[in-house]
């Protein structure tokens, strides 16, 4: 069975500093891809960064990278610099098939002014 | 165009009422999908289409029912809906199946947001 974990159910951050979010996966596939969403309570999945399990390096998109250990099963998001629009629920998500997505639980992130 | 576009943004129905939710996207895309999702939640998968075919029904009451007119459209018809029903129903679309280099994320339309009273 595919499943994503995201142990972290809140998480808050002074504006410009750094908070890591973590996701855990499961799953008996070495073909797969991890994405990072973000839902505003605008409440649009906008997709923040994406990384290719066959890819070595990990993915950056300006302020936000990812920590993949795929040996570990590991996909974290580091973001830098935070701004007051970062406040939001973050769902980590996983494909093999492009066809089906799995979410974690989401971790909600405060911004603190 | 990256986007998908549902309608309508909000909708109140009664629980003998019919209703349609649209989706739209034109990035030619192969894959659809309905989620629905209730507050501070992940999204719950209920219909994957692909290549305008069901593909994926995650054992969805049938007073949903969905259908697929053409590759870049999406309808989702509600009938008999209960209030526990009430809830943010996403769209998606991706690349869909096929090779690996082919695989994307899926993007979002703005969702539905559905009471039913």
């Known amino acids: 069975a595919q499943t994503v974990t995201q142990s972290q159910p809140e998480m808050s951050v002074q504006e410009a500093e750094t908070v890591t979010l973590s996701c855990t996966y499961d799953t008996s596939e070495s073909d797969y891809y991890l994405f990072w969403y973000k839902q505003p309570p605008s409440r649009q999945m906008i997709l923040v960064i994406r990384?290719?399990?066959?890819?070595?390096q990990n993915a950056t998109e300006n302020r936000f990278s990812v920590n993949f250990q795929k040996a570990a099963k590991s996909f974290s998001l580091k973001i830098s610099d935070s701004q007051l629009g970062d406040a939001a629920m973050y769902f980590c998500?996983?494909?093999?098939?492009?066809?089906?997505?799995?979410f974690g639980t989401g971790t909600s992130l405060t911004v603190i002014p | 165009d990256t986007e998908v576009t549902q309608t309508p943004k909000h909708l109140v129905m009664g629980m003998t009422n019919k209703k349609s939710l649209k989706c739209e996207q034109h990035m030619g895309h192969r894959a659809m999908y309905w989620y629905k999702q209730k507050a501070k939640k992940p999204p719950e998968l209920m219909f994957v289409y692909s290549y305008e075919k069901l593909s994926i029904n995650e054992s969805v009451p049938s007073r949903f029912s969905p259908e697929c007119p053409n590759s870049s459209l999406l309808n989702l018809h509600l009938h008999a809906l209960q209030p526990e029903d009430s809830a943010l129903y996403l769209c998606a679309s991706s690349q869909g199946p096929g090779l690996r280099e082919m695989y994307t994320e899926a993007f979002f339309g703005q969702g539905t947001r559905l009471t039913v009273v």
């Open positions: 998500a996983y494909t093999t098939t492009g066809n089906q997505f799995y």
């Open positions: 990384q290719e399990a066959y890819k070595q």
